[in-house]
T-cell receptor, first 115, second 117 residues
Framework: SQQGEEDPQALSIQEGENATMNCSYK?????LQWYRQNSGRGLVHLIL?????REKHSGRLRVTLDTSKKSSSLLITASRAADTASYFC???????????????FGKGTSLLVTP | GAVVSQHPSWVICKSGTSVKIECRSL??????MFWYRQFPKQSLMLMAT?????????EQGVEKDKFLINHASLTLSTLTVTSAHPEDSSFYIC?????????????FGPGTRLTVL
């Protein structure tokens, strides 16, 4: 499956700072989504941006999408210790098995927010 | 929002046994269900896609005889790990999508942690 690349792999910041994570992908997409996962837990859906959208906001989250560069970014403003988690981008695209559309996940960014 | 449940949430088994994991969509009909696997500190890897009433389509490198998927109804899919071995220990996550135009979102279950001794 096509898997996006995210950078950085790990990010450590202090509370109140902004955190920016980037995601790049390879094929055409229907939409791109960002998820959060606390250690050993399930996924939490954060935001979905469609291929014809360029920017989307949700609370302290801001997502951009540049389909010409096949890249997206997630910005978390005024971070809190509770934001500590792994963040994954996922592209909704045809799966490599051609069984239809499925979400393919990037490698993730591990965010640590220290008080 | 749409809810997907998984059962069990964790399981420990001996090497050579088979383990069945259930995935249910609780408040919507899931035309398509997906199974993912996640090893520690790694991302989710799509294993297979199943449409209700038809055989699952497996991603490259996933053994269909080892990971049996059944999607017999619009609200239930099962993944059976046959003759499990320690290398099959992983976090298995299912996901479900409603059918039809405009239903783009996949809803994820909470995952099942499998440990094979």
């Amino acid at each position: 499956s096509q898997q996006g690349e995210e950078d950085p792999q790990a990010l450590s910041i202090q509370e109140g700072e902004n955190a920016t994570m980037n995601c790049s992908y390879k094929t055409s997409i229907n939409n791109l989504q960002w998820y959060r996962q606390n250690s050993g837990r399930g996924l939490v859906h954060l935001i979905l941006i469609r291929s014809n959208e360029r920017e989307k906001h949700s609370g302290r989250l801001r997502v951009t999408l540049d389909t010409s560069k096949k890249s997206s970014s997630l910005l978390i403003t005024a971070s809190r210790a509770a934001d500590t988690a792994s963040y994954f981008c996922a592209t909704d695209a045809l799966s490599s098995s051609n069984s239809g559309y499925a979400l393919n996940f990037g490698k993730g960014t591990s965010l640590l927010v220290t008080p | 929002g749409a809810v997907v449940s998984q059962h069990p949430s964790w399981v420990i088994c001996k090497s050579g046994t088979s383990v069945k994991i259930e995935c249910r969509s609780l408040d919507f009909q899931a035309t398509t269900m997906f199974w993912y696997r996640q090893f520690p500190k790694q991302s989710l890897m799509l294993m297979a896609t199943s449409n209700e009433g038809s055989k699952a389509t497996y991603e490259q490198g996933v053994e269909k005889d080892k990971f049996l998927i059944n999607h017999a109804s619009l609200t239930l899919s099962t993944l059976t790990v046959t003759s499990a071995h320690p290398e099959d220990s992983s976090f298995y996550i299912c996901s479900a999508r409603e059918g039809g135009q405009g239903h783009n979102e996949q809803f994820f279950g909470p995952g099942t942690r499998l440990t094979v001794l």
